[in-house]
């Protein structure tokens, strides 16, 4: 298994984000968040297809922080069904892996 991945999470406003990313980063579940803005989401939903205005939020974590931070943002996510999608990091500057270990370190 990688030993970090990027998470993505879709929420239906900035500032739900935003609270979202605060406490993500007070708890040392991920070491950068970067929120996008401007995403339009198609999706199907209780047996149609709907649509929504959304942001991403794009995590950068350990895969061994995944299972917490998963479960973080079910609790305090507004949706019932939030989008949260792992993908593994194969490559990347080991200064910068370096730093999202340091920072996702359990306090």
Same mark, same amino acid.
């Given at each position: 298994?990688?030993?970090?991945?990027?998470?993505?999470?879709?929420?239906?406003?900035?500032?739900?984000?935003?609270?979202?990313?605060?406490?993500?980063?007070?708890?040392?579940?991920?070491?950068?968040?970067?929120?996008?803005?401007?995403? =339009?989401?198609?999706?199907?939903?209780?047996?149609?297809?709907?649509?929504?205005?959304?942001?991403?939020?794009?995590?950068?974590?350990?895969?061994?922080?995944?299972?917490?931070?998963? =479960?973080?943002?079910?609790?305090?996510?507004?949706?019932?069904?939030?989008?949260?999608?792992?993908?593994?990091?194969?490559?990347?500057?080991?200064?910068?892996?370096?730093?999202? =270990?340091?920072?996702?370190?359990?306090?």
């Amino acid at each position: 298994m990688e030993r970090y991945v990027i998470v993505y999470v879709t929420c239906p406003s900035a500032n739900e984000a935003e609270i979202l990313t605060q406490q993500i980063l007070q708890e040392h579940l991920a070491a950068c968040v970067n929120i996008v803005s401007g995403i =339009n989401s198609f999706y199907h939903w209780q047996g149609r297809i709907d649509q929504a205005a959304e942001v991403m939020m794009i995590i950068k974590t350990k895969t061994d922080r995944l299972k917490e931070l998963t =479960n973080f943002v079910q609790m305090h996510h507004s949706y019932d069904v939030p989008e949260i999608i792992a993908l593994p990091v194969i490559g990347g500057s080991d200064e910068y892996l370096s730093w999202i =270990n340091a920072e996702t370190e359990e306090r």
